[in-house]
T-cell receptor
Framework: GAGVSQSPSNKVTEKGKDVELRCDPI?????LYWYRQSLGQGLEFLIY????????KSGLPSDRFSAERTGGSVSTLTIQRTQQEDSAVYLC?????????????FGPGTRLLVL | AQSVTQPDIHITVSEGASLELRCNYS??????LFWYVQSPGQGLQLLLK??????LVQGIKGFEAEFKRSQSSFNLRKPSVHWSDAAEYFC??????????FGGGTRLMVKP
């Protein structure tokens, strides 16, 4: 079946602009995660959604970052007023129900470059 | 707070040789442990995971890992490496919450 998909694959933007990154999780998966992969910081957790519960936003690095998940499926990560340090690969993952022992299935990522 | 350390940033092995990638974790309770592989330009693919039971875990592509509580380790092994195994490997720990904490990764290069 279809895996996690993300769009766009690559995004180049100018400093100060807003960007939106999209994630389509595996059908039927109620848990969705965003991670960031950068040279300096490695792989970092950003935010977690599970069903209708309030999201765990504990990993968001600043208030310029926000995410929503509409209808329990597609998620959008928004970065406002982008900075050069936001350049990274943004990875989305989904799992069946959430929980520490579940396998998270990752998408191919969106590579963001802020000029 | 939980953490994961992968001491080797780069490893080079000859094709057909055995491989061991090291992973040490810090976590207060019984951890959920994962190994993922990332090929260039690709997302992360799960190789194997441990959360209870037998401490020797078998995964895909001929990989295995052994959970050693006394050493806080979860090292990944493969008896004979293939050129297609060249990639970056990430060890991760999951908690009772939901986030994964990743190690810094080990980049594997395979010599012909």
């Amino acid at each position: 079946g279809a895996g996690v998909s993300q769009s766009p694959s690559n995004k180049v933007t100018e400093k100060g602009k807003d960007v939106e990154l999209r994630c389509d999780p595996i059908s039927g998966h109620t848990a969705l995660y965003w991670y960031r992969q950068s040279l300096g910081q490695g792989l970092e957790f950003l935010i977690y959604f599970q069903g209708n519960s309030a999201p765990d936003k504990s990993g968001l690095p600043s208030d310029r970052f926000s995410a929503e998940r509409t209808g329990g499926s597609v998620s959008t990560l928004t970065i406002q007023r982008t900075q050069q340090e936001d350049s990274a690969v943004y990875l989305c993952a989904s799992s069946l129900q959430g929980g520490g022992s579940e396998t998270q299935y990752f998408g191919p990522g969106t590579r963001l470059l802020v000029l | 707070a939980q953490s994961v350390t992968q001491p080797d940033i780069h490893i080079t092995v000859s094709e057909g040789a055995s491989l061991e990638l090291r992973c040490n974790y810090s976590y207060g309770a019984t951890p959920y442990l994962f190994w993922y592989v990332q090929s260039p330009g690709q997302g992360l693919q799960l190789l194997l995971k441990y959360f209870s039971g037998d401490t020797l875990v078998q995964g895909i592509k001929g990989f295995e890992a052994e959970f050693k509580r006394s050493q806080s380790s979860f090292n990944l092994r493969k008896p004979s490496v293939h050129w297609s195994d060249a990639a970056e490997y990430f060890c991760a720990v999951g908690n009772a919450g939901n986030m994964l904490t990743f190690g810094g990764g080990t980049r594997l290069m395979v010599k012909p």
